[in-house]
């Protein structure tokens, strides 16, 4: 029997805009993909391109970096940081043979719900027009032989 896919994504979101936005759009009773893991970072400039990996890595089909408008981020630079992260995470993706559409930034801020609901189907139809991260299974496979293999150890 195969599992029907229904993509996990990923998105690392600023407290000070893109949070506000999705909580904004939640109390609008906007519609968006029920696909959407939210995690609220400090600033945009905390997410780290190992985060990003990882989050790959563990499984995710897509994820995106949502953050304040250029000029608005509270730590200055954060979402700059961020944005150079991500165009970096993309060509690594690129490396390894993953589609760079995987991962975007965005820049949402609190008074903007639709423009969260909007960008959360955006990654959402990418991610069913991608089809599931390759290293999924991979990565569970490896992992359950790890186990195993820390079993037979003990
Ligand atoms: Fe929002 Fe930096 S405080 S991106």
Redesign the pocket.
Known sequence: MTEEYSPKIIGFC?????YAGADLAGAMRLQYPPNIRILMV????RVDILHLLKAFEMGADAVFVS??HEG????LR??IQ?WKRVAKVKKVLADIGLEPERLEMFHVSSGEGPKFAAISQEMTDRAYRLGPNPVRGEARAQWLAAQAQEEKAV
């Open positions: 600023c407290r000070w805009c893109s400090p600033c945009t400039g953050g304040c608005d981020c509270h730590y954060g979402n961020a």
